[in-house]
């Protein structure tokens, strides 16, 4: 490595393991879990490349995580966060120079330098900002991956946390596929706004007309999916309207609320069945081509405008610790942290 520093800025993690609870992606106060250190500047092994980070950004999963309760376990004093864009500084010698959208190799992206496999590391095409970047991955992946098997068991589904940065990728994306997209939403102004993106039906979870708006919406457009990242009790009152053979996709656990089955006939009588979707096996199991022609198909949607990456705050490095529990209360976008 030449012309690179011996230490760098970096979150750490204050934890190790898994916390055993599951209390969702809510921070009040960021220092219990992270906090500000100088680590060494890591060195990338074989099939590795080292990032100098531009920008990064905070998923329900990197909130998860540093709580412990994510798929993965955490290492005390190792850094944070999993999803950035930046510039690749040593390592694989193909990708030097370039700028890519990483995830990386474990944790590591809320730092100075990163380090992240050179597969998993997409050189980013000129026209897209480093804020897109910074969430080109793990979502647009994600929306395709998820679109993709809800339209292969119809033409109608059902996504919760309609206004996430992830239910508003599957809204655009269903409707320039010709497919009904049936959001649920808690609050009510976020109706228009996802009308105006392409749902066939914004229906407010916190209503009292709830129960039967979902059911007209159910025998109305026949949803066979229901991609839910809220996972709570009204979560399994939509599965029990849906129709025969409906599919609970549980993919995030936005709730705290841990919901109870009440209709166990459901799934011997209409075939109904719950299982879950994590982008991590998709990549693991998708052939590297069809990967890349989803990759090139996301980069285009960025370019062209279809989709875009919302910002709610950006915080540097050194602001995280005090600003992140604030930024998060923010409506409707991701927090971006720069060096
Ligand atoms: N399994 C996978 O591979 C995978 C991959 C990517 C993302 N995910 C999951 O996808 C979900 C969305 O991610 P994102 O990055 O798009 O999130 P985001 O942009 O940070 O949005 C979070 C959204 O969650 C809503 N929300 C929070 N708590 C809720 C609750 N208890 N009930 C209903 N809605 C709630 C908020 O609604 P308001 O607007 O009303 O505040 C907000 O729209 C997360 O659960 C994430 O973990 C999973």
């Known amino acids: 490595m030449t012309n690179l520093p011996e230490t760098m ?3 750490i993690l204050k934890h190790d393991g898994f916390s055993g609870r599951m209390d969702g992606p809510h921070i009040a106060d960021a220092a219990e879990y992270i906090a500000l250190e100088t680590l060494p500047v890591p060195t990338p092994t074989a099939g590795q490349v080292l990032i100098k980070l531009r920008a990064a950004s905070v998923n329900p999963s990197d909130l998860h995580f540093i709580k412990g309760e994510y798929g993965q376990p955490r290492v005390k004093g190792a850094a944070a966060g999993f999803e950035g864009c930046g510039d690749v500084v040593a390592g694989v010698d193909k990708l030097i120079s370039k700028r890519v959208a990483f995830v990386a190799a ?3 992206a809320w730092a100075e ?3 992240a496999d050179a597969m998993t590391s997409i050189p980013l095409r000129s026209d897209i900002s480093d804020e897109d970047g910074a969430a080109q991955i793990v979502n647009p992946l994600t929306a395709m991956a998820m679109v993709d098997i809800a339209s292969k068991a119809g033409d109608s589904f059902v996504i919760s946390a309609a206004t996430s940065q992830l239910g508003k990728l599957m809204i655009g994306l269903a409707k320039d596929m010709g497919l009904n997209a049936i959001a649920l939403v808690r609050r009510e102004n976020a109706i228009a706004p996802l009308l105006a993106m392409g749902a066939a039906a914004v229906i407010v979870t916190t209503a009292n007309s709830f129960r039967s708006d979902f059911e ?3 025998r109305t457009l026949k949803p066979r999916v229901f991609l839910d990242s809220v996972c709570d009790q009204t979560s399994e009152t939509v599965f029990t309207l849906m129709p025969n053979a409906a599919r609970w ?4 656990k936005l709730s705290s609320e841990a ?4 209709q166990m006939g459901q799934f011997t009588f209409m075939g109904k069945q719950i299982e879950g979707f994590w982008l991590t096996n ?4 998708t052939p590297p081509a069809e990967q890349m022609r989803v990759i090139g198909e996301v980069q285009a949607r960025f370019v062209d405008g279809r989709w875009k990456t919302d910002i709610s705050a950006r915080l540097k490095l050194n602001e995280v610790v005090d600003g992140l529990a604030d930024a998060l209360k923010l409506p409707d976008g991701k927090v971006i942290i720069t060096p």
């Open 113 to 115: 330098y990163v380090i």
């Open 282 to 285: 998709w990549m693991r199991n």
């Open 249 to 252: 996709v549980c993919y995030g």
């Open 106 to 108: 474990s944790a590591g």
């Open 9 to 11: 800025l970096a979150l």
């Open 259 to 262: 919901p109870v089955l009440t």
């Open 216 to 218: 007209t919406a159910s």
